[in-house]
Nanobody, 122 residues
Framework: QVQLVESGGGLVQAGGSLRLSCAAS????????MGWYRQEPGKQRELVAV???????NYADSVKGRFTISRDNAKNTVILQMNSLKPEDTAVYYC????????????????WGQGTQVTVSS
């Protein structure tokens, strides 16, 4: 089993910053990618930022230049630094990891964290 534990959400004023952290633990052989998604009530979950094992990153257009994703591969951790926050960034943020659980099983598995609320007041 694999667990993803998120932390760092909260309430902040527009223009402020928050730092989200997600740590993966359990039956992990290697992590292919880790990223952050967000979901507003009544809307579909959307990609915010993703970091691959090769070092590449990808961001939603709405957060480019404001959010930065980084990984600590040794600790199986991914960080999302969110600056210049806007009210439209308000959502539940979910961490996702795509990984291999065994060196003899080359199937990739996706796991999600429980979500952390980010609220940006105007």
């Amino acid at each position: 089993q694999v667990q993803l534990v998120e932390s760092g959400g909260g309430l902040v004023q527009a223009g402020g910053s928050l730092r989200l952290s997600c740590a993966a633990s359990g039956s992990i052989f290697s992590i292919n990618a880790m990223g952050w998604y967000r979901q507003e009530p009544g809307k579909q979950r959307e990609l915010v930022a993703v970091s691959t094992s090769g070092g590449s990153t990808n961001y939603a257009d709405s957060v480019k230049g404001r959010f930065t994703i980084s990984r600590d591969n040794a600790k199986n951790t991914v960080i999302l630094q969110m600056n210049s926050l806007k009210p439209e960034d308000t959502a539940v943020y979910y961490c996702k990891a795509v990984l291999l659980t065994s060196p003899t099983n080359w199937r990739l598995y996706a796991y999600w964290g429980q979500g952390t609320q980010v609220t940006v007041s105007s």
